[in-house]
């Protein structure tokens, strides 16, 4: 398994666990809407500076948009949660430096 294939995987259990721990909150006994409104504004920024974080990381959809809407999603949870995924990909971009400068040498 590459470090790629890793990261990828990572990526998509830390969105996972954002849409479920949503729903809970969103559809729990009564609708927050401070968490719909959350969501709204954070989806609205992302197509608005289009930043898809998984293409970032060579994750491609087959359904248009669906990248930037969950970076969106994953801006929404908050600055610690947003913050720590970026971290996550800087270290992948940094380890992936890494691995090919390695291989360039040998």
Do not use: C, H
Request: aromatic letters at 10%; hydrophobic letters at 55%; charged letters at 15%.
């Amino acid at each position: 398994m590459t470090i790629t294939t890793l990261v990828t995987i990572i990526i998509l259990a830390i969105t996972v666990e954002a849409l479920i721990e949503y729903g809970k909150l969103i559809f729990g006994k009564t609708i927050n809407w401070k968490q719909i409104a959350a969501i709204a504004v954070s989806i609205l920024l992302a197509f608005g500076a289009q930043v898809d974080l998984f293409a970032v990381v060579g994750v491609k959809f087959i359904i248009p948009y669906l990248g930037i809407i969950l970076t969106g999603i994953i801006f929404s949870r908050g600055a610690n949660y947003t913050a720590d995924f970026i971290k996550l990909l800087q270290n992948k971009v940094s380890n992936s430096t890494v691995i090919t400068d390695v291989e360039k040498n040998e």
